[in-house]
């Protein structure tokens, strides 16, 4: 919840400075088809019905639901990239492109640190049902790409988020800086 509601307090901040939302009708945004796909993807992958095949082996220990979840992720980087002229945007797709990079060298899942999870009121995976998210262990690649920052209380909602997710934080907060000032 950290990211939307980042999304959502930029916006309300580039309100603040007087910023207006006529600006966006001048922005010109390609490559939205991609971000459609990943929806869809998204949206695949929380439908019950499908569940218990999105846990089944594609290949060795890859399950369909991370090859599914990794390429609703390159969807939305070819999003941002289609878009990359655009204020904040860089920033945004190098930050997705290291959530990208742990969540494939990790077959589909982002690895997040145990502790903050829990602290963070993480139920862990649920039996029968594909997760995106694994904890980190001895053999986790990337790990320190993973989720290890726990934003806590005063926070509203509790929730661990990547390096990656701080990086695409500032990007959007730059993106809404920019592309609403009048």
């Known amino acids: 919840m950290v ?6 307090l930029s916006f309300l901040i580039a309100l603040a400075r007087g910023g207006r939302i006529s600006a966006f009708a001048s922005l010109r945004f390609k490559g939205l088809q991609y971000l459609a796909g ?9 439908l019950p019905p499908l569940q218990i ?12 639901g991370g090859i599914l979840y990794s390429l609703s992720l390159l969807l939305a980087l070819l999003t941002l990239v289609s878009n ?5 945007l860089p920033v945004v797709a190098l930050g997705m492109f290291a959530n990208f990079l742990v969540i494939v060298a990790n077959l589909g899942q982002m690895p997040g640190a145990l502790d903050k999870l829990v602290a963070a009121g993480y ?3 649920t039996p029968g049902h ?3 998210f694994t ?3 001895d053999s986790t690649r990337l790990w320190f790409l993973g989720d290890n920052f726990l934003i806590g209380r005063p926070w509203p909602l509790p929730s661990v988020i990547s390096l990656g997710d701080l990086i695409i934080i500032v990007g959007v907060f730059w993106f809404f800086q920019k592309a609403m000032r009048p």
């Not at 990211?3 to 959502?8: E, V």
């Not at 095949?53 to 594609?58: D, F, K, N, Q, R």
């Not at 990359?84 to 904040?88: H, K, N, S, W, Y």
């Open 3 to 8: 990211l939307p509601s980042s999304i959502f």
């Open 38 to 46: 990943a929806v869809v993807i998204r949206v695949l992958l929380i």
């Open 53 to 64: 095949i999105l846990i089944e082996p594609a290949f060795g220990n890859l399950r369909y």
């Open 84 to 88: 990359i002229r655009l204020p904040g």
């Open 123 to 125: 139920p862990g995976p």
């Open 130 to 132: 594909w997760s995106n």
């Open 135 to 137: 904890v980190i262990v």
